[in-house]
Nanobody, 119 residues
Framework: QVQLVESGGGLVQAGGSLRLSCAAS????????MGWYRQAPGKQRELVAIILSGDSTNYLDSVKGRFTISRDNAKNTVYLQMNSLKPEDTAVYYC?????????????WGQGTQVTVSS
């Protein structure tokens, strides 16, 4: 079994910054990808950023140039540095990871962390 534990959400004024962290723990052989999704009230969950095992990244168009995803493989941790935050970035942010365990490959989700950007 694997757990993803997120931290770093909170309330910030527009133009401010936050850094989200997500640490994976448990029976992990390797991690294929780690990413961040978000879901605002009344909207569908959307992929914000993803980083693959070869460190290639992809971003939602609206966050390009403002958000940066990175990972620390030794700590099985992914980070999302969010700069120049806008009120429309307000959402619950979820960590997602594709993890190779003994005898299986599974997709895991964190519990979510609230990010609120005030205008």
């Amino acid at each position: 079994q694997v757990q993803l534990v997120e931290s770093g959400g909170g309330l910030v004024q527009a133009g401010g910054s936050l850094r989200l962290s997500c640490a994976a723990s448990g029976s992990i052989l390797s991690i294929n990808f780690m990413g961040w999704y978000r879901q605002a009230p009344g909207k569908q969950r959307e992929l914000v950023a993803i980083i693959l095992s070869g460190d290639s990244t992809n971003y939602l168009d609206s966050v390009k140039g403002r958000f940066t995803i990175s990972r620390d493989n030794a700590k099985n941790t992914v980070y999302l540095q969010m700069n120049s935050l806008k009120p429309e970035d307000t959402a619950v942010y979820y960590c997602n990871a594709g993890i190779n365990e003994p005898f299986s490959l599974r997709d895991y989700w964190g519990q979510g962390t609230q990010v609120t950007v005030s205008s």
